[in-house]
């Protein structure tokens, strides 16, 4: 499904990935690991198509299309989407609207009409439900006043309506208690599907307690130095980043 080769990127001058190649099939969940600036949310901000990074060698194809060539709202409508890192306060703007416009620009783009109203609430309430969210939140201003659990949350929900195909989750378990943690892994898991991908980028082994990876890599230094399964993110937990480090240089 979304296969990178050999990809380099520059930022503001400096090379961030330095010939980073991964390989995710549909239906798998990848864990993306690695220690602070490594560069794990550059590698998901390229692939989303967000300004500021020169890609100056290698490839990204998602479903043998170019991603490169393609815009940002081409991307999305692709089916590649990317949870904000810190989401943003839009005040004034209503969760729903927000929601609503996401969801029929996308349905748009592939030549379909937008989802009548009642539709459109029924998908929004089961969905909430599975996040254990109120309805009230529909009416609030985006993230305005939100805690940091509930705009991860609202990340969720917000995936688990457009139904990307490649959806990409960065820090999502930064700053949640456990039983938050445990409504955004269960939101995750239930975007789980056989025509889907998840890229999951994660400091902390934790949070793959929950939602257990088909495949773990390790980041250092603008390239993949280890690949394997969940029990590579337990060897790290124990062990830290550091012997990894050392046996990639
Ligand atoms: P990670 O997510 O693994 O912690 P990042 O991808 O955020 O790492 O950052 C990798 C490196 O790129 C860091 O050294 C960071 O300072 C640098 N970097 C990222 N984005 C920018 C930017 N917009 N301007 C300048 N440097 C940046
Ligand atoms: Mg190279
Ligand atoms: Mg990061």
Known sequence: MLEVKDLHVTVEGSEILKGLSLTINEGEVHALMGPNGAGKSTLSAVIAGKDGYEVTQGSITFKGQDVLEMEIEERAQAGLLLGFQYPVEIPGVKNIYLLKAALNAQRAARGEDELPAPEFMKLVKEKLGLMKMDASFLQRAVNEGFSGGEKKRNEILQMLVLQPKLAMLDEI???????????????????????????????????????????????????????????????LEANGYEGIEESAA
């Open 173 to 235: 378990d930064s700053g949640l208690d456990i039983d938050a943690m445990k409504v955004v892994a269960d939101g995750v898991n239930s975007l789980r599907a056989q025509d889907r991908a998840i890229l999951l980028v994660t400091h902390y082994q934790r949070l793959l307690d929950y939602i257990v990876p088909d495949k773990v890599h390790v980041l250092v230094d603008g390239r993949i130095v280890k690949t394997g399964d969940a029990e590579l993110a337990k060897e």
